[in-house]
Each structure stands twice: as C-alpha cells, then as structure tokens.
C-alpha cells in the first residue's frame, strides 16, 4: 500500500517514487509535485525519500569499492570517484 498527496486518478505521474513535474498556473514555474510519502508493507511503514537515499547511498559505496573497469552488458565502464 502506499500514500499519495495527490489524487493519482488527476495525474497517475504522482505515483511516481520522486513525483511529477508541474507548471504553477499562479507564479509560472515548474514545480516537484506529488510522489510516494510513505509505503505500508507487511504491517511497516517505509518513509520514500529515506528509502531513496539509502539506495543512492549503498550503489555509490558499491561503485566506491569497484574502482575499476567493468563490463555491464558487453560495455566497458570505469567507475571513478569525484
């Protein structure tokens, strides 16, 4: 299950983890809108943008201790640290 601040039968793009990008009709800009709060599964309930950033952060630890080249798909990739 998860929750939603907006009504995804207006824009089914708030249902996207990060939400949807909107034009303000009031100050002309574009905005973030929208986008999964919070999961519910098996009884807990998941905050989305600490999820997200817990991912960020274990796939650059793994790119961290790769160093090096590597083969995904057929092409070579180096993975270097800034």
Same mark, same amino acid.
């Given at each position: 299950?998860? $929750?939603? @601040?907006?009504?995804?039968?207006? *824009?089914?793009?708030? &249902?996207?983890?990060?939400? =949807? %990008?909107?034009?303000?009709?009031e100050?002309?800009?574009?905005?973030?809108?929208?986008?999964?709060?919070?999961? $519910?599964? @098996?009884?807990?309930?998941?905050? *989305?943008?600490?999820? &997200?950033?817990?991912?960020? =952060? %274990?796939?650059?630890?793994q790119?961290?201790?790769?160093?090096?080249?590597?083969?995904?798909?057929?092409?070579?990739?180096?993975?270097?640290?800034?």
């Amino acid at each position: 299950m998860i $929750i939603v @601040d907006q009504n995804p039968l207006a *824009n089914l793009k708030v &249902l996207y983890p990060t939400g =949807a %990008m909107h034009l303000n009709d009031e100050t002309g800009k574009v905005e973030r809108i929208g986008g999964i709060k919070y999961t $519910i599964k @098996d009884g807990i309930v998941f905050d *989305n943008k600490q999820l &997200l950033a817990d991912v960020a =952060a %274990m796939v650059a630890k793994q790119k961290e201790a790769i160093k090096g080249s590597v083969t995904l798909q057929g092409i070579p990739t180096t993975y270097t640290t800034k």
